[in-house]
């Protein structure tokens, strides 16, 4: 610090810098609880899309199991059109679930990955900051 930006005036004394030690206790871990609460979010969003998508997925599997039912059955009584087309919609609708499924999978793996910057680092860094240890920022 330069002699010029030294003001003597707005120095402030050890016993009110400790007394605004708490309130700033007190806002950061608000800050931190409200930045936990964000990121806890975004990823239970995920996670839910995830879900809702496996769901879709097992319905498109289930009538894809019943149009393969029916195409056994066409197949036995029936000449090769019916049941080739009837083969085209089974498969069609397992594609549509395979799809499904993927995206799922996906999304439940974006909901559940850790952040290295998030609010666990963030944490970590202030719990350092206070402890005096590591880099922070003044």
Do not use: Y
């Given at each position: 610090?330069?002699?010029?930006?030294?003001?003597?005036?707005?120095?402030?004394?050890?016993?009110?810098?400790?007394?605004?030690?708490?309130?700033?206790?007190?806002?950061?871990?608000?800050?931190?609880?409200?930045?936990?609460?964000?990121?806890?979010?975004?990823?239970?969003?995920?996670?839910?899309?995830?879900v809702a998508l496996f769901v879709a997925a097992a319905v498109f599997a289930?009538?894809?199991?019943?149009?393969?039912?029916?195409?056994?059955?066409?197949?036995?009584?029936?000449?090769?059109?019916?049941?080739?087309?009837?083969?085209?919609?089974?498969?069609?609708?397992?594609?549509?679930?395979?799809?499904?499924?993927?995206?799922?999978?996906?999304?439940?793996k974006a909901g559940t990955s850790s952040d290295p910057d998030g609010v666990?680092?963030?944490?970590?860094?202030?719990?350092?900051?206070f402890k005096g240890v590591g880099k922070y920022e003044h």
């Open positions: 610090m330069s002699n010029s930006e030294f003001n003597p005036k707005s120095r402030r004394s050890t016993f009110e810098l400790l007394g605004e030690l708490p309130g700033q206790i007190v806002a950061l871990v608000r800050a931190e609880l409200e930045a936990a609460k964000a990121e806890f979010a975004g990823k239970a969003k995920n996670i839910g899309l995830g289930f009538f894809a199991v019943l149009v393969l039912v029916a195409l056994a059955v066409i197949a036995l009584d029936l000449v090769l059109p019916l049941w080739l087309a009837t083969l085209i919609v089974a498969l069609t609708l397992l594609l549509i679930a395979l799809v499904l499924a993927l995206i799922g999978k996906n999304r439940v666990t680092a963030s944490i970590r860094s202030d719990v350092d900051a």
